[in-house]
Every structure is written in structure tokens, then in C-alpha cells.
């Protein structure tokens, strides 16, 4: 059988097994080899994956089928990557991945070389910075890697100021570099996927009415937050009044909008995360025990519309083990992530004591209710990003 010929056996094979996940009550003994082997190895580890694909030729070319890939991508686990700066001879940054499963997570050590930093994910992709603040998009598992042609800009604090999103209506990802100088708002697109599209363009922002001769803007506490095509760039500070803005960046339609964020002042354990699709914001109700919080949902980005719809309180784990305690004013809580286990919408948060030793909380909140959570994070950790590992190449970019 031709090759392409046993590709095409596997889509179809993959297209059937879809329909046989809609279809419970079907006996396993009357369906095809091939749809059975499909459902096995679309719920194994992608690391694990990788590797079956030399068992045979027909394993390989399922294993490298693009429907194969995507569904796959649809049923991992999600997890975290922890960027941990290792200070030995040379200061280097190792990256781990811990795969969040109800209460317990598996660590995966994701050695790829000293190639670079991790500052962004997306679909099992991850962006790194070099030392010489070059780009490039790897994935971990296949250790594949594609070199990103130089930004234009000389301003090249990537990592606060760059997105890193999927947009799926065109099938693209997009790397988008926001600029700002005092009254000028701009941003670098790079699309990948397209031919003729490996260079940077300039999209400006004069759509935005904040911009006028007596209004000055600068980047205050900047972070990043990329939701469903969306780059959402957190802390541009409008300097006459102080207040913080977000601006958003649709890379699909390539157009600004810029909203308020949700309360004036912050304390330094909010944080701006994705929940269920949406931009959410994490707010400490107390500047001083860090022990409730409120969370804020964007119902309407365009609108800039926020609605308050959680209140919650944690407790820390015991250092013995056992029950929680309540968090005191020596303790400097920090939210890691977040991420999505069977519908439900989770937070995690790091707690650190007075004497540096580390615990970790999940925080349900679909259920309303905390667990502790094993995480042990060792070295200096610099980063924490909501992956999933996958077997997309940059390669075919």
C-alpha cells in the first residue's frame, strides 16, 4: 500500500473512532482493529506516544496523522510548566512539566539544552528567548525547534510584551510584540503557518481613542494572558490618573481595543489568568493576609464589562501534613495558574512562609472547595505557564 494511501487509512480510521466516543453502548468486539487502536493511543502521554511510533509503520503513520495529532491535543491533560533558574557554573534555565490530575500531578523533565528561556504557550508549543534575545518555537516532547526571523523593534522586552496565540479560524499561530512610547501604541505581528508570512509587521493602534497630545502611557507591572485568538496585554498605566488599562489585540481581525481593569489599585498577590475561556482577575481582598479573594470574569472584552463572581477563602497545608491552617500575615500567597479537569474551573495557588518553605493549594471553583496538593518545585523558580504537551511540529509552521 502506498504511503499516502495508509495516511489516509489513518484519518479515516481517526474520523471513526471519533463517532464511536459518541457511541457508548457499541460492543468493542464489532469494531475495526484500527478504531481500537486509535482510542488507546489518542489517551496515552505524549511523551509516551512519541515513542511508539517506531512499533511499526502503520503506529507511525497514525501517530503522525494530523487528525490523530489534534484529537490527541483535545484529550491531554493539562498541566504546568515551571521555568527554574539553576545558577551552577553558568546560570541556565531547566524546564519541568507537571501534569495536574485531580490531586495528584506526574513531573516530566523536560530536558532540552540551554537554548533559552520559556515565555509562552500554546498547543503543546512553547516560545523561547535566547541570550542574544533571539525567538524561536519549539515543542518539548519531539525536541523539535524553528528559528523566528529578528523583530524589527530595538525594544525587545519579549517577555511581558509578546503573545503567543492560535487562531483557529485561519489555522495560523501569531506572535505579537506589543510597543508603547508615551503616546504612541503599536505592536509586531509574525504569522506562522502561511506562506510568505515569516516576517514582522507593523500594526498600529491609532483605531484607540486614548491617545492625545496631553495623555502619556507607560507600562506598569506588564503581563501577558492569550485566550482563544485574544492577546490580552495587563498593566499599561495611564499616567495622569494612575489607572490601569488592558489592552486587548485581536490577531484574527489584527484590531485594538483597550479596557479598564476591574479595580484601581493592586496588591502583589492579584493576577490576571484564563477561566473557562475567559480573562479573569484574582484580587486579595486584604492587603495585608492574603487569605480571600475575589474573582472578577470579563463578560464582555469589547465592553470592557467585568462582573465579581466568586468570593473564596484558603488555608495553607500543614507542614506536618494532615489539616489546613489558616494563612497569617508572614505568608506571601501567590496564584501559579489555572486550568480546566472535567468542566471545572480550578486555581492553583503557591503559599510561601516566613522561613521560605513551600505549599501549594487547588481551589475548585465550580465545587467551592480547597485541596492540597503535592508540588514540589526545587531550585529557583522564575515562571510558571499552563501547558499541554503535544505532538504538533514547528516544523510544519
Partial sequence: MRKGRKVEAGATAAKASRSFILKKNELLPLLPQEVII??????????????????????YNLINDPFFIQSHLENSTPGLIIKRYIVDRKPIYQTDFKEMKDRKNTKQDLKFGNIGEV?????GLVLLKTKRKRLSVANLITKQILELPSATSDNLNFDRQCGFTYV???GIYKLVHLLLDDYTLKCEVLSLGCSG????????GSS????????????HGSETVTINGIVYFVGVRHVQSSSVHIVSFDAGAEVFHMIRAPIH????????????????FVQATDRFIFDTFNVWILKDWLKGTWVKQHAISIRKPSILGGTLHRIDSSDF?????????????????????FSGILSHITYDLDLNQE???????????SGFYTHVNSLISPKLL
Avoid: M
Avoid at 486509535?38 to 503506529?59: E, G, H, P, Q, T
Fill in 208 to 219: 484607540l481613542s486614548l491617545l492625545s497630545e496631553d495623555e502619556k502611557w507607560q507600562f
Fill in 371 to 381: 485541596s492540597k496538593i503535592q508540588f514540589d518545585i526545587r531550585g529557583h523558580p
Fill in 168 to 170: 483557529s479560524e485561519i
Fill in 119 to 123: 515565555i509562552g504557550s500554546c498547543n
Fill in 265 to 280: 489599585d493592586f496588591t502583589i498577590c492579584d493576577s490576571f489568568i484564563e477561566l473557562g475561556g475567559v480573562l479573569s
Fill in 333 to 353: 500567597v501567590q496564584v501559579l495558574s489555572s486550568f480546566s479537569h472535567g468542566g471545572r474551573k480550578i486555581i492553583l495557588f503557591q503559599i510561601k512562609s
Fill in 38 to 59: 486509535f482510542n488507546i493511543l489518542v489517551r496515552l502521554r505524549a511523551d509516551k506516544l512519541y515513542k511508539f511510533r517506531s512499533v511499526c509503520r502503520s503506529w
Fill in 197 to 204: 508570512c515569516n516576517t514582522w509587521r507593523c500594526v498600529n
